[in-house]
C-alpha cells in the first residue's frame, strides 16, 4: 500500500474482492457428495444455484434434497443458465463431461475442483493426469472457457451437514487472471468460516489436488475432517 | 479409543508422542537460511544441534552465529554424531550429498524437508525427481536409514528472526514407521506455535514438497510468509 511510486496505480488490496451476489452458480456433479454439499452452502448463502447431471431428473431430485432454492438441470443446461461453473465430477468422467460441454462453457468461468486421486490397500494416491493436472486438462479441453481450480480441501461430510454452521478452512484458488481468481476467492467467501486464498497458476494446481491424498491420510490417524488454514494472511 | 475390542490392543492417541529431548539433531546444509533457522528454533527449544556442511569450517561459523550452543562440522561428522539428521540443501546439491553420506547416515532417523523447485519470470513450479520427490530419492539413495520428510513449508525468514516468538503453524510429517513418524512430530511439537501432523506415506510427498511453489505465490500476493494449519486436528 505504501510502495506506490508516482505514475503507477496503487497495489490492488488482495482482500479486495468483487460483489459476486447476482452471478448463477452451477454444479456439474451435483448430485455427488462434493458437489451437493458444495450446492448447499452457496444456496444456503442466498446464491442462485443449479445443480447438473447427466440425468436432468437425477439432478432434480438432488436439488429437491438440498432445497434452499437448488434447481436441477441436465449438465448442458447447469452450464448454459450458470455464469459461474464449478465442476465436481469424478475423475473419470472429467475429460468426457467436459468435452461433450465445450460450447455451454464457453465464455463462463469455470472452477474445477476434481482431485485425481487412486486407492489401494496403503490409502490415497496422486495420478497424473497427462496435462499436469485435472485443472490444466480443463483449460486444455475449454479453450473458450475461463478455466480456474477451487475447493480441493473442503470435506464433503462437514459440507452437507445442516449441524455445521461453520467450515473454518480456506480455498486455495488458481488461475491466470486476476479476475477470474478474485471472483472465485470471494465466491469463497460467502461460506461463513471460509476464505479464498489466490495459491498461483494453474501450472502449480497438480500439489493442491493431490495433497487430498495427504489430508485423507490426516482423516484416518486422528480421525478428523481435516482442512487447511493458510497463515500470516 | 472406544471401539478396541478383546484381545487386541486400544488404539494408540496420535497425539501422544515420545520424549525426544535427548535425541541430537543434524542440520546437513546448516548454512542455508532454512537450515539455519531450523538449528536456531531446536537449540532455542534446549536441543543438542550440530549444523554440517561440505566445509567444517564455515558450519563453525554458521553455529557461532546462531549460538545457542548449536556446533558445526562437516557434514559426515555432523551425520555421525547426530541421532536424527534434517536434510536442508539445495535440491540440486541433494542426491551427491546423501550419496557421499550414505555409511554415516546408516541407522539414523533423516528428516528430508527438501523442496525440488523451478523458477521462471512467472515465478515458481514443481520439478518431478525420477524417483517422484525428494523424500523418496533419499529413501533410495539411503536403504539403512529411516527416511521420513517433514518441514517443508516454514518461513526461513520466520525461523531466523529472534523476535518472532511463536510459529504457528503445523509441519506435516510423511514416513513409513510410525515410530519415525511419531518422532518427527515429537521434535516438530518442540518449537512454540508448532506441531507436527502425520501426513501420509513418502509416495504422497511430492505434492507436500511443491506445494511451496503455492506458498511462494500467496506470499508475493499477499506480502506475507505464508504457512499452513491443519484444520479439525
Redesign the interface.
Known amino acids: 500500500m505504501t510502495d506506490n511510486t508516482a505514475g503507477t496505480a496503487p497495489a490492488k488490496d488482495?482482500h479486495d474482492l468483487p460483489d459476486v451476489s447476482g452471478l448463477v452458480v452451477g454444479v456439474l456433479g451435483g448430485t455427488g457428495d462434493q458437489g451437493r454439499g458444495l450446492a448447499y452452502r452457496f444456496a444456503l448463502a442466498g446464491q442462485k444455484v443449479v445443480v447438473g447431471s447427466r440425468s436432468a431428473e437425477r439432478a432434480r431430485t438432488a436439488a429437491e434434497e438440498v432445497g434452499h432454492g437448488v434447481e436441477g438441470a441436465d449438465n448442458a443446461e447447469c452450464a448454459r443458465r450458470s455464469d459461474v461453473v464449478i465442476v465436481a465430477v469424478p475423475w473419470d468422467g472429467h475429460a468426457d463431461t467436459l468435452t461433450a460441454l465445450r460450447e455451454e462453457l464457453a465464455g463462463k468461468l469455470v472452477v474445477d475442483c476434481v482431485n485425481p486421486l487412486g486407492f489401494d490397500k496403503?490409502?490415497?494416491?496422486?495420478l497424473v493426469p497427462d496435462e499436469g493436472s485435472a485443472a490444466e486438462q480443463a483449460a486444455a479441453l475449454l479453450p473458450d472457457s475461463r478455466v480456474t481450480a477451487a475447493f480441493h480441501h473442503l470435506?464433503a461430510v462437514l459440507l452437507q451437514d445442516p449441524a455445521v454452521e461453520r467450515i473454518?478452512?480456506d480455498v486455495?484458488v488458481?488461475g491466470e487472471k486476476r479476475a477470474d481468481t478474485d471472483t472465485v476467492q470471494a465466491l469463497a467467501a460467502l461460506i461463513p468460516g471460509m476464505r479464498g486464498?489466490?495459491?498461483?497458476?494453474l501450472?502449480?494446481a497438480?500439489?493442491?489436488e493431490?495433497?487430498v491424498?495427504?489430508?485423507?491420510?490426516?482423516n484416518r490417524?486422528?480421525k478428523?475432517?481435516?482442512?487447511?488454514?493458510?497463515?500470516?494472511?
Open positions: 488482495p496403503k490409502g490415497a494416491y496422486a470435506s473454518d478452512t486455495m488458481l486464498i489466490f495459491a498461483g497458476r501450472r502449480n497438480h500439489q493442491v493431490s495433497l491424498a495427504n489430508l485423507i491420510s490426516v490417524r486422528y478428523a475432517h481435516a482442512g487447511l488454514r493458510v497463515t500470516d494472511v
